[in-house]
């Protein structure tokens, strides 16, 4: 297992450091899937507990919807298997999986009304007439759209939209809800309220959920856990503090959040060269590498400011700041680059030009491998 700076233990790729053992009801084991020479998914396997919602995370192509849409039967694997409740479907058809599908486009029939698109599903599956309607109606009080029932998707705004789409998907009490990027097309303000608004719904529910984003604020806030995807593989799976303060591996530092990345060198003496400066830092690994820290974990002070042994430090001089609402981002160049460091708002900056110095706490440190140029 690897090491932090501070010698403590790093989570597997798998999450797997605390040893948190997942009651599995939706099982996916080795899938993969081609796509002439290219590989979109790659031997990915994942655990998900009955009622937890988690989410696959990453880049655009690094497999994510591929892997749900295997899942929801719309694409088939070429390889590996899926279970939901101890149950193989890996070869059963889209219509007979019982997944509540909602796409990034939401996909509803705009020649229907609300609740016909909202009944569809019901209808598909053949049930009552009247049980159809006391169902939809229900659908349709659970996302707070029980007056809009008879308007076309056209006259409704992107949020209610989003709304009846999730709505239509519940309606059939799915086994698995599916969310494929659902929240991208709306504004700021409205995906922030929808992120708690489907996240208040889906516990309420006690609902299996994969959601599949790119937005890494949408994982964090809206999941029990996190997939972080890469090139068709999943990097590491954990809490949103595990992936967050604990990221396994240097593409997830890098993606999750934001980082830091000051490269060093440990030299024959057991010292690490800092920016140009020797530090002392049992990092554990030799020659050259890069040192991750988030930006608001770093503070600065004046040149001639001592610092405790607990603590790093790295001279340069400021290029610029700039404001961004609840915080200022500041600029910094030294030795060996540049680095960005996050005060809060109303502080006192430092001037474009001042000579200062840029501490942080060693413990909030990560070494991570140099990567080949």
Not at 91 to 107: C, D, E, I, T, W
Not at 143 to 160: K, Y
Not at 317 to 331: C, I, P, Q
């Amino acid at each position: 297992m690897e090491k932090d700076v501070d010698g403590r233990d790093k989570p597997d790729h798998d999450g797997s450091a605390r040893n948190v053992w997942i009651m599995s009801y939706l099982e996916l084991a080795g899938l993969q899937k081609r796509y002439g020479a290219s590989i979109a998914v790659d031997e990915v396997s994942l655990s998900v507990a009955k009622g937890e919602s988690v989410a696959l995370l990453g880049p655009s192509g690094c497999g994510k919807t591929t892997t749900l849409r295997m899942l929801a039967g719309l694409i088939a694997p070429d390889r590996g298997t899926i279970r939901v409740d101890g149950t193989e479907i890996t070869r059963l058809p889209a219509h007979k999986r019982n997944m509540g599908y909602v796409f990034q486009s939401y996909a509803l029939f705009p020649h229907l009304s609300v609740a016909r698109n909202v009944a569809f599903g019901l209808e598909e599956r053949g049930v009552a007439r009247a049980e159809i309607a006391r169902q939809v109606a229900e659908g349709l009080a659970m996302v707070q759209l029980g007056h809009l029932g008879e308007r076309r998707p056209r006259e409704l705004s992107g949020g209610q939209q989003q709304r009846v789409a999730l709505a239509r998907a519940l309606v059939i009490r799915p086994s698995v809800l599916l969310l494929d990027e659902s929240l991208s097309n709306l504004d700021a303000k409205l995906r922030d309220a929808m992120r708690h608004e489907i996240r208040s719904i889906q516990r309420s529910l006690g609902i299996t959920t994969l959601f599949v984003t790119h937005d890494q604020v949408e994982a964090l806030t809206m999941c029990d856990r996190i997939a972080v995807m890469n090139r068709g593989r999943i990097a590491q799976i954990g809490t949103a503090e595990d992936i967050y303060e604990r990221p396994a591996t240097r593409f997830v530092a890098e993606f999750v959040g934001r980082m830091n990345a000051l490269p060093a060198t440990r030299d024959g003496d057991g010292k690490v060269l800092l920016w140009g400066g020797r530090q002392q830092l049992a990092a554990p690994l030799e020659g050259a590498f890069d040192l991750f820290v988030r930006p608001q974990r770093m503070r600065i002070v004046a040149p001639s400011e001592t610092v405790g042994e607990t603590n790093l430090r790295v001279a340069g001089r400021v290029l610029r700041s700039v404001f961004v609402g609840d915080h200022v981002e500041v600029l910094v160049e030294g030795a060996g680059g540049q680095l960005t460091v996050e005060m809060p708002s109303g502080t006192a900056l430092p001037a474009e030009g001042d000579e200062v110095a840029v501490i942080w706490p060693t413990a909030d440190s990560l070494a991570f491998a140099r990567e080949a140029a």
